[in-house]
């Protein structure tokens, strides 16, 4: 593991664990919901609030920093942690699963995938060492290999080939990656194929990452098989390494991440469904849109205690939403990460003290 970090597993209970990730900006406890910051933002929230809401990381994307404002301009400002002025721990994505989301437009090759922007149709190629070069400059405490994220219903021939890439590309990152103080993470990739999982998970594991990151699911499979394959893949990545899934953030999903063994996650659902008026809540996902909300006095979520709850009634809100006003999409977005965030550090505590299956049970059915 790379200078400044370390990783130890303080309870298990089951296959789920406890653990603390220590990092230049601070200590991240684990299992950790991580709201994602794409654009240095995570939308319509400061860092303040962020803070007390109890975030520990952020993440922000490399492709499209690349981008706007661009890297060195970032670098120039000081990284991201003065850039955006926050001071606790940031993860940086490669941007792979971006450039790979361009589909027809994007053409891969050995030395990378060739492609056009999604801001003025430049013509760009991202490499392994461009994706390590930019993470760089903008300091991220943790940063990710470039790799080929497959589409769901991929054949096994295109599987088997994105495995291959993936880790010729990973050990070119590694080579690439030069800042000790910054942790570089590997990436698992196989769809829902469990040999080509296995196969993934050896050619990484040969690299020596720092952590270790399930890379290509939540890409539009069946469930079922999602979580399945996030179960068998975490059961096969060291113990003693922090272990990312990448790109999940419903509450049922997350408790059964946690089950699995798995560290950290991220998602842009809560702040996407603030913006489609949608709030979490042990009920379900609601929609603040409907008239029933209009005469409901009570908070979004009875007993939570974020400041969207404290303070405002649905009936507030949803008149905020209906009549777009900005007000109405910061308090879903912040009650919405407030709600993930509180979830899993219940649910460490409950690992903590030997009850995560059970507080997993008595987890509401709507989840």
């Not at 990710?144 to 589409?151: K, L, N, T, W, Y």
């Not at 929609?287 to 649905?314: I, K, Q, V």
Request: aromatic residues 8%.
């Amino acid at each position: 593991m790379a200078e400044q970090f370390s990783f130890s597993i303080e309870a298990d209970d089951g296959g789920a664990r406890a653990g603390l990730l220590e990092t230049p900006h601070g200590p991240v406890r684990t299992p950790c919901f991580m709201p994602v910051g794409t654009q240095a933002t995570v939308k319509t929230m400061t860092p303040r609030e962020l803070e007390e809401l109890g975030a520990q990381v952020i993440l922000a994307n490399a492709y499209h920093l690349y981008f706007r404002p661009g890297a060195e301009a970032v670098a120039r400002h000081g990284g991201l942690h003065r850039f955006m002025s926050w001071e606790r721990p940031i993860l940086t994505d490669s941007g792979g699963f971006q450039v790979f989301s361009l589909g027809d437009t994007a053409r891969i090759s050995g030395d990378g995938v060739r492609f056009k922007s999604l801001y003025d149709g430049s013509e760009h190629l991202f490499t392994p060492e461009l994706a390590i070069e930019v993470q760089e400059q903008l300091g991220a405490d943790i940063i990710m290999c470039f790799d080929e994220c497959a589409p769901a219903g991929a054949d096994r021939d295109y599987l088997r080939r994105a495995v291959r890439r993936t880790a010729e590309w990973a050990a070119r990152c590694r080579r690439a990656h030069s800042r000790r103080d910054q942790l570089l993470m590997g990436i698992v990739q196989g769809g829902i194929d469990h040999g080509l999982r296995r196969e993934s998970v050896a050619r990484t594991l040969e690299l020596d990452f720092g952590g270790y990151a399930i890379g290509g699911l939540s890409v539009g499979e069946e469930r079922g098989a999602m979580l399945e394959t996030m179960a068998y893949t975490a059961s096969l990545l060291p113990r003693d390494r922090p272990r990312y899934f990448m790109g999940l953030g419903d509450p049922a999903g997350i408790l059964d991440a946690i089950a699995a063994g798995i560290d950290m996650f991220d998602c842009v659902l809560p702040t996407r469904d603030a913006r489609n008026g949608g709030a979490l809540t042990s009920a379900g996902r609601i929609n603040m849109r409907n008239a029933a909300h209009a005469e409901d006095d009570g908070p979004l979520e009875p007993g939570c205690g974020c400041y969207a709850c404290s303070n405002f009634s649905r009936a507030y809100i949803r008149h905020l939403v209906t009549q777009k006003e900005i007000l109405g999409l910061h308090l879903l977005s912040l009650h919405n990460l407030a709600y993930l965030l509180d979830l899993a550090e219940q649910a460490r505590e409950a690992v903590v003290e030997g009850r995560f299956r059970e507080f997993r049970k008595q987890a509401p059915a709507a989840y």
